[in-house]
């Protein structure tokens, strides 16, 4: 059951759906509208052929009531607890009962609620499983309204041409989060003319997809304010995300001094106050707002096959990337008072960290990803490299470096929480590896030479790498296919790499015999 009367209950429930991680909500949101109206299509040939074609019996036989809880062994992930199913019991009562004057106060309430999100998104929509099912509650509530349209319109969106015919993307794009990534491998790998027309462009997309304003009425929509922000995607999608700042924010600080950043100070500044606004009480990030919910809702998953939906915890990533942002913003800007929330920042990765040196990843396969955040935040927080924590992520990484020099790991691994081997190495989980030495001191050391040299010995003629497992990752099962990742770490990795081994060569040779060591 899926009650839409839930939207009714007093805020201040730990329970009340605005509590949940926003997309748990948002899919959740229609749904209860769908639930709650009854919603069905009526049978045409069309779907009485795919109903043969997909049930084992004849549909009119399919006993519901038992199929309800029936999973394959390889999707149940999340099983259903004691307390959830005497919540469903509860709410399945509830729904035999209930009152009609109730439920249409209900389904008022979720409809506007649909419609705030709608337009705050420009019918984008966070997801693509919330816009379709938004797309079909406007088809129920005005068949012949401009909403449907709205929506047929966006959801091109979501649709990708591939080799394999027509997919559907996790997202609207990942349009941001390539950019800034890619904007700070560019800047490592050295100011060229080659590059500055790039560096410039990508400038221009930075200044155009911050978000500048609140999302309209966002109290009563549950919404974090948004203004200052920059989302996963593009500014029309509406939903900005701490990482996502803090990336772009990195980037545009990056283009500044080439006389590149679009984004002026007083527009800087908003995304500080927004990365600023979202932090935890534990000290680290979460992604689309603060904690609302308490951890226990988890035990109420009903999703079966991911983890982590119920709420939004800090995570390790965002919270490493907030702190490197904000430590760019007071190296640009000493006087920034932003000092406080780097110091619970780190301590929040410190509490994090492995027993056995490494970091879990949350949005990438897995500990290497989740390692490299690790490192490189602790290092912008002001760790030194004899850090001990440093020093126990340096021999994590060394422990699992495999023979040929490279690093690689399984989406198995998010699964397991544990680190899962893959066949072959990885160059973009090598990648990380040897962003992570390098970040962490280890720049001449042997590990992060094998690493380069296996990098240097598996790109192609033309600069590319082989295609290669999903090294994206969200609710430990789905994994994700980020395509410019291929394009963007090797480069970044092999260019910090070669700074540094540099630069430690140049002290080298510039000490003197009984001068002291060069740090680091």
Known sequence: PVPPELWLLPRGLPFHPSRLWCH??????PMGWLYGRRVRAPETPLLAELRRELYPQPYADVDWKAARGRVAGTDAYSPHGLG??????VLGVYERFHSKRLRERALEESLALIRGEDEATHFVCIGPINKVLDMVVWHVARPDGPEVRAHLERLPDYLQQTRRGITVNGYNSSQLWDTAFAVQALVASGESPWARDTLARAGRFLEAQQVLEDSPDAARHHRHPSRGGWPFSTRAHGWP???CTAEALKACLLLEPLGLNRVPRERLAQAVAFILSLQNRDGGWATYEQQ??????????PSDVFAGIMVDPSYVECTSACIQALAAWREAFTDAPVGHAIARGADFLRRQQRPDGG???SWGVCFSYGTWFGVTGLVASGAGTGDPALRKAVTFLKAHQREDGAWSETLQ???ERRWVEGRTGHAVMTSWAVLSLVAAGEANAEATRRGVAWLRSTQDAEGQWPPEPLAGVFSRTCGIHYDAYLR??????LSLAERQAKDFKA???SATPGSPPCPG
């Open 292 to 301: 609302r919910g308490p951890r226990w809702l988890e035990r109420f998953n």
């Open 84 to 89: 959830l199913r005497a919540v469903h019991r």
């Open 507 to 509: 002290r080298e040779g």
């Open 488 to 493: 963007i770490f090797p480069l970044w990795a």
């Open 413 to 415: 691994a998010c699964r």
């Open 241 to 243: 995300i701490s990482d």
């Open 24 to 29: 748990c909500r948002m899919v959740y949101l």
């Open 359 to 361: 970091w879990e990843g």
